[in-house]
């Protein structure tokens, strides 16, 4: 789903510090909470490795500390790190643009029809079918030379690192990363009844034409609902199994698998975009390039990165997020964009906020897996530096979850003073829970930077959340005295 295109500038203006960061607050302010905090923290849950931070913003003070120092895996708070450095590299009104290419004769595409991916992480079948529909508005009715895809924007390593830790997993999560991607590289996959029991179920894809499919599906008279899923890849297309029952006069359900191959997923859905706009295509999807001086038939702009932000920080999207890491590597180096490239020029942004190169480890842009170590200051470090550059701070700020109102915490912090002065981005895996934002008082003036990371969790992920949500309804309350 797309971000909503108006981000209220005016509003997060005003949120930025009032007041000189070397003013003081006086020096007793906040020692209730620093005695509060000091005891909700004393017992982690479990034998659980935490490490904490909490900072006045305004003053520059740390009300309170727990093994700041120490790196823990961030899990998905690492894409605090990474959308920061994002707008900074590229700037809030950074577009991708995919084009096609192709020359025209007479109504036909003599040769192939290109379409040059621009790493675009938004881009939808929609979106292929209106450069699809303005092909067919220029008079074009045939294609020769069948689809090329020209992905040369990214080199050719399409997993970020440590996804191969859990090689096996299908879902879209773990989905790969291209130049050329479409849907969030995910294919979905939707079964419904056949029309009478023992009939073979429907099946049909999105987008059309990258998987064959051997439907094996059963439409029975009663009973579960038990259709499974199987994507292999190939070379040149993938092959699905669907199998199990379905009931009759069940309703239709989706399915999302994440894909191997990007580039054939992009191309065959633009090919398949193209033929039903009335577009006849000869020959299949390969990769190639652009060949020079071919003339632009069309272009999708995305969103700007301010609105492609929202679903990686609200969400939680981890294909969204490693893109971003990518493109830096992509619009700062001299050839194909690289993750190094990205993490080297997210480097140089965190050494101008303190982050010395060689304290942290910060391999992947998301978080997933085990890949990445922060501590709580640094973390919090990344939080005041985006915070106080007021070329960034509105769009930083807008793209983080609203306790009790949107994103991955739209279902904690619904109770007041917490709700909607709570901004954050969580994180979660198997033995980690994570979270780091801001705790804003009633003027949006006062924000408290906080970072609460919690490791070797195991079995006790649930606790965790509760321990980081007592603590940052603390510092609420704190700074809403009226309203404890």
Sequence with gaps: ?????????????????????????????????????????????????????????????????????????????????????????????????????????????????????????????????????????????????????D??????????????????????FRAPVGAASLNFNTLSVTIG?????????????????????????????????????????????????????????????TYTRRIDNPTLLTGYGFKAALEESGVDVNGGVQPGT????????????????????????????????????????AETGKGPGTWQGGLGAASKVLEGW????GSYTYRNGSGLFDANRFSAEQLVKVLVGAYLDPTIAPEFLSQLAIGGVDGTIRERYTQPPAKRHVRAKTGTLDDVSTLTGFVFDAQGRRPMAFAILVNNAEGYVSSARTYQEKIVTAIAQALHPARK
């Design 1 to 149: 789903m797309r971000a909503p295109s108006i981000v209220i500038f005016a509003f997060f203006v005003a949120l930025l510090p009032c007041v000189s960061r070397a003013q003081t607050a006086p020096a007793n302010e906040f020692d209730a909470l620093r005695r509060t905090l000091s005891s909700l923290a004393a017992s982690p849950p479990g034998k659980a490795k935490v490490g904490i931070l909490v900072r006045d913003v305004m003053t520059g003070k740390d009300v309170f500390t727990l093994n700041a120092q120490e790196r823990l895996n961030p899990a998905s708070n690492a894409k605090i790190v990474t959308a920061a450095c994002a707008l900074k590299v590229l700037g809030p009104e950074f577009r991708f643009h995919t084009f096609v290419h192709g020359k025209v004769e007479d109504g036909v595409v003599r040769g192939a029809v290109v379409l040059k991916g621009g790493a675009d992480p938004l881009l939808t079948t929609s979106d292929l079918r209106e450069m699809a529909r303005t092909l067919r508005n220029m008079g074009i009715r045939r294609v020769e030379g069948g689809v090329v895809v």
């Design 151 to 172: 992905d040369t924007y990214f080199d050719a390593q399409n997993l970020p690192y440590a996804f191969d830790q859990q090689p096996d997993e299908a879902a879209s």
């Design 193 to 253: 009844p056949g029309h009478a029991p023992m009939s073979p179920a429907k099946v049909s894809i999105e987008p059309a034409g990258y998987a064959d499919i051997t439907n094996e599906t059963v439409t029975m008279a009663d009973g579960a609902n038990t259709p499974r899923v199987a994507l292999s890849a190939e070379d040149s297309r993938a092959k699905m199994r669907v199998w199990g029952q379905v009931p009759l006069g069940s309703r239709p359900t």
């Design 290 to 329: 652009v060949t020079l001086g071919l003339p632009r038939l069309a272009e999708h702009a995305s969103a700007p990165l301010s609105e492609v932000l929202w679903e990686a920080g609200k969400m939680s999207n981890n294909f969204v997020t490693e893109t971003l890491l990518k493109t830096m590597g």
């Design 354 to 357: 303190g982050l010395a190169p």
